[in-house]
């Protein structure tokens, strides 16, 4: 009968953390692993980061007491999606220019606050650009409800609702709202993103019932204390499924939106293209164009074209 070496044994994983050069693998009966590369580590993603948080790998044993590593991985599977950002490569001494925060996310959670930050629309609407972009599901977290209660809230995302995004309001410090976000995460990889300040650590801690990530060392005003490249996370949450706390949108890297596929990111859009008459309507100055005659009547929210203007005058 064939014997298989110790050192040999395969077994596939998830990557839960990177740090440097050292990653951390979680396989399926829940057994933690300190892993490496090694150079004739395979990919089914070329020229991007080879391991990235998220990823699933196969990995090879080392033998024990032999190294301060657990296991090599020999492969990284194939990324269903991939969140990514630009690198500065002046800063950067790593040859690749995009390198991945998250692979294989299911969804993108953006936390905006009720106020301080002040809660802003047009940025959930970049961010749901980007989602869209990306294929993603989106929850929309609207934290520090305990700020600011009033009904102006709740109107101003009354139109994501009727979209058919999920709305999710929270207090992380009255601890409101953490049933349906708990709902919303189940079973699933979630990157949480959002502006810093708007809670999303102390959410995260909320969520564990326990401090996992330091909380307020960044200052939305002043953006002091970014967050750090190299060091990523993903959390197995009590209830099954992970999630990622990941920088802002300002990071990630947008480059495949474009003027021209722009208006595909707009879901009430879809309906009302058909009327315009130019085929290629930008929706900004063309005569009759079916975007604008739909805001003028009341069918598309005039905020969210407004960000569509927004958005479409900052791409070039
Ligand atoms: N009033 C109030 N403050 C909160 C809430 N959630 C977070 N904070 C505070 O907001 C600040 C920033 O929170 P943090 O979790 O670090 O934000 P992050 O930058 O998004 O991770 C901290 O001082 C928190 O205590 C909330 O629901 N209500
Ligand atoms: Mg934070
Ligand atoms: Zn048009």
Redesign the pocket.
Known sequence: MESTRESERLSGGIVTAVRGASYTVVTGDGTEFRCRTFPGTKTDNEGTSLVAVGDRVELRETETGTELFEAIITLVECRTSALTRKRDVRRNRSKEKIQVIAANIDQLVV?V?A??PPLSTRLVDRYLVFAESEKLDTVIVV?????DDSEETRELMEPYHALGYPVIY?????KSGMAQLKEALAGRISA?S?????????????LFGHER??????N?KTGKGLHTTSNSVMLLLPGGGFII?TPGIREFNLSDITRENLRFYFREFLTYMPDCSFSSCSHTVEPQCGIVAAVESGLIDPARYESYLAIYESLD
């Open positions: 936390v606050s106020f301080d934290n520090k409800m305990d700020l929270t207090s992380a410090e009255e949480f959002g502006h810093s300040g708007v809670g999303k650590s102390t959410l995260i801690n909320q990530l330091r909380t307020g060392e960044t939305w706390d």
